[in-house]
């Protein structure tokens, strides 16, 4: 530790910590403490002042999960899942929040997490085969490995709509909500956007609002929520079981015990086939997509599941018209299906105006409001629901430069290229949390961050016990999983429609299906890849690098070269 101290005071750069993490969401959060487990040092810098990722940026009002509390929550630790009491079915942001700070502290990890610390820029140096990262602070830190825990959905989407920032009054975006509450009483509100955030949000300001107008450009599936508490004993019974829940889960597509009926929509007789929609509806919540196995890769069973679904809206609204404009004719899932709480029966409220912006967009934003078609909407407090530039945003925003000063940008200018969504070649030792070809985004995000983790924990211990530090995916192994994630995504109805797991929110992104849409196959390769001495990695000694006072040594004095595992 005293070599790397005053090489630290030598180099103007922090030497001390093996694995940099950026992110202290869930992902950056167990990987620190799996890290530290198996003796590593690390440390994780995040540009928010505090921990949650999602969980701390989204705090508008409405935000919760829409997979079951119960299920969207570690499994690594028994005694957390355990100890941790859920009030509702699907938990609101402010408990979600709770319980990441909670992590944080029941693990003891703030001490190794430095807050509004923005990792601006990671550059591979050669001669250490080092990570060496540029934080918003000046600070240069230098590390063997660097994981990107940086979140799918951490970099909010504006959209550049004319005279935006002339808007007089307060404006929000719902992905970086303030920390403080924002009340809309007595308030003339806008909102632009009618996806997830939107379809939570809305239902909580018309309440508060005197006017809302909702600007709409595609209306979107929903399903009910039916949410509710969760009482002691109810929670007390699946924690009893939890280890065959989460067994099952791990069985699904999506890496969530919902029950999935393996039948065909298609071969199933209509009256039973409603029956099932209709079970499914009455439970609530994102198990409806298990209601038939072919609802997302047959394009008849999945007009089955819409049509049942536009019925139930039409139902809810009493305007015709509205009704009309409110029901989705895309395909049923392709984008994120929402789960609501009261969406549609906002819009039978009379301070609730839903403008269609799909034929016209809207044209300029202005002091007072927003013109759309030359007409204007006078409100005083504007709500962009507009999303975020998922997926590759917040690793697109650093300058991260690999083997030779190749930019990971320019890699990805015709979209992510990564094996197992993991590392991508010609980046040696950099890793990525749920990134693009993994399930991510399409699955239970828990169990996949903690999937993650576990795999990139063992790979750096195999590394170190080989003492091959450097590992590299191959440029083939990431060409065959890249082919073999569009394969698989063209096998579904996902690539027909506009969503952002195809970067078609962010004008100039390039246009690739970017998760992997099948968990447990997943899983089995990257089990496979780690059974097999990591297929499609290369792993290498570390260089012998000049160490200051004490001759030459291979790497630096890091647990990774010098711990006794090794
Ligand atoms: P994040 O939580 O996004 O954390 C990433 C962190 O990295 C952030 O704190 C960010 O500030 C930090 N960071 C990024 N770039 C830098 C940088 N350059 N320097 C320093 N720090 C940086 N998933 C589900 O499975 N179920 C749900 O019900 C669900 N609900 C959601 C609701 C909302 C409103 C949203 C937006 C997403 C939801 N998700 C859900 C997805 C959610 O993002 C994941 O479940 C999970 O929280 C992601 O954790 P993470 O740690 O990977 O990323
Ligand atoms: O973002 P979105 P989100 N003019 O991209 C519209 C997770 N999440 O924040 O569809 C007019 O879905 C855009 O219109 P269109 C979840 O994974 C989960 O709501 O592009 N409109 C769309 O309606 C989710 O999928 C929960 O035509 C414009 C909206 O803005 C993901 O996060 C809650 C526009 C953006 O919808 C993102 O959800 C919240 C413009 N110029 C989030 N630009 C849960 O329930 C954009 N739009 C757990």
Redesign the pocket.
């Given at each position: 530790m005293k070599l790397s101290d005053s090489r630290f005071r030598h180099t103007g750069c922090d030497d001390r910590v093996d694995v940099a993490i950026?992110?202290?969401?869930?992902?950056?959060l167990y990987m620190l403490h799996r890290l530290r487990g198996l003796g590593f040092t690390a440390r994780v810098?995040?540009?928010?002042d505090g921990v949650g990722?999602?969980?701390?940026w989204?705090r508008y009002p409405g935000?919760r999960?829409?997979?079951e509390s119960m299920q969207?929550s570690f499994q690594f630790d028994t005694a957390l899942e355990q100890e941790w009491e859920w009030t509702e079915r699907y938990a609101a942001q402010p408990e979600i929040l709770r319980y990441a700070n909670h992590v944080a502290d029941r693990f003891d990890l703030r001490r190794d997490i430095r807050f509004r610390?923005?990792?601006l820029a990671a550059t591979w140096e050669e001669t250490t085969a080092r990570w060496v990262l540029r934080i918003g602070s000046g600070e240069r830190v230098r590390a063997r490995y660097c994981v990107m825990?940086?979140?799918?959905?951490?970099i909010p989407n504006t959209p550049r709509i004319e005279g935006l920032e002339s808007f007089a009054g307060p404006r929000y975006h719902t992905?970086e909500w303030p920390h403080d509450p924002v009340d809309f009483s007595g308030r003339r509100v806008g909102v632009v956007g009618t996806g997830s955030?939107a379809i939570q949000a809305i239902p909580i300001i018309a309440e508060q609002a005197k006017r809302l107008y909702v600007f709409q450009r595609t209306p979107n599936y929903a399903v009910p929520a039916h949410n509710r508490p969760l009482g002691r004993a109810e929670q007390a019974e699946v924690k009893k079981h939890y280890p065959e829940m989460r067994a099952r889960a791990k069985k699904t597509r999506n890496g969530v015990d919902h029950s999935p009926n393996p039948a065909s929509a298609v071969e199933t007789a209509e009256e039973e086939r409603i029956a099932e929609f209709e079970s499914r509806w009455s439970t609530g919540g994102l198990g409806f997509l298990g209601a038939f196995s072919d609802l997302l890769v047959d394009h008849e069973a999945n007009a089955m599941a819409a049509e049942f679904v536009r019925s139930k809206i039409r139902r809810k609204v009493e305007d015709p018209e509205v009704a009309r404009l409110l029901t989705p004719r895309s395909t049923f899932g392709c984008k994120r299906l929402c789960v609501d709480i009261d969406y549609f029966e906002t819009f039978n409220r009379p301070n609730v105006t839903l403008v269609d912006v799909s034929r016209s967009p809207i044209e300029r934003i202005v002091p007072g409001g927003l013109v759309v078609d030359g007409d204007v909407y006078a409100f005083d407090t504007l709500v962009l629901a507009t999303g975020f530039d998922a997926m590759t945003g917040?690793l697109a925003?650093?300058d991260i430069r690999g083997r030779g000063g190749i930019a990971l940008k320019d890699k990805w200018r015709d979209g992510p290229r990564m094996y197992l969504g993991l590392a991508s070649a010609g980046f040696p030792n950099l890793f990525a949390?749920?990134g693009p070809g993994s399930p991510s985004?399409l699955s239970?995000?828990?169990p996949s961050?903690e999937q993650h983790v576990d795999w990139i924990a063992d790979l750096l211990d195999y590394a170190r016990k080989h003492r091959r530090p450097i590992v590299e995916a191959t440029a083939e192994a990431e060409d065959d999983w890249v082919a073999h994630v569009n394969d698989v995504a063209n096998r579904t109805v996902f690539p027909s429609c506009n969503s952002w797991y195809l970067g078609a929110n962010v004008p100039g992104k390039p246009r690739v299906f970017m998760p992997y849409p099948r968990m447990p196959a997943y899983v089995r390769k990257c089990d496979r890849v780690a059974a097999r001495g990591y297929e499609g990695f290369e792993l290498n000694e570390a260089p012998v690098v000049p160490s200051p006072g004490s001759g030459l040594v291979r790497g630096l004095p890091h647990a990774i070269e010098g711990s006794p595992a090794a």
């Open positions: 950026v992110g202290a969401g869930f992902a950056g810098y995040e540009r928010a990722g999602t969980w701390h989204n935000a999960c829409d997979i969207y610390a923005p990792v825990a940086t979140g799918c959905l951490s992905g955030s917040a925003r650093i949390i749920t985004v239970n995000m828990l961050i």
